[in-house]
């Protein structure tokens, strides 16, 4: 009985990171595909001018997607060393006193 128990469970947690990075893979996907473009210079110009509005208004929207996206790592890069920095200068007070 706790032996299904724990086979069931497990079983659940498996389909459940398996469908988490299915949907991460498939949204990564969907990005590189609408990125083909996103360089502006002599011989992709023709083909920039050829996509429709809605197309153009997709990709700049995904830049501005990928640029927030940028910055919120940074920022957290940025957080984390801050608290470690702040750390070692709590501990090294600490250790004057």
Avoid at 10 to 31: D, G, M, P
Wanted: charged residues 35%; without cysteine; positive net charge.
């Amino acid at each position: 009985m706790m032996l299904l128990k724990f086979v069931i469970i497990f079983l659940f947690i498996f389909t459940f990171f398996y469908l988490r990075n299915f949907l991460k893979l498939n949204r990564k996907q969907k990005v590189l595909k609408a990125k083909k473009l996103t360089t502006f210079n002599k011989k992709n110009l023709n083909n920039w001018m050829n996509l429709t509005k809605k197309e153009r208004y997709n990709l700049s929207k995904q830049d501005s997607v990928n640029y927030l996206d940028r910055r919120k790592l940074l920022l957290y890069e940025i957080r984390t060393e801050y608290k470690k920095i702040s750390r070692k200068n709590s501990e090294r007070n600490i250790k004057k006193k």
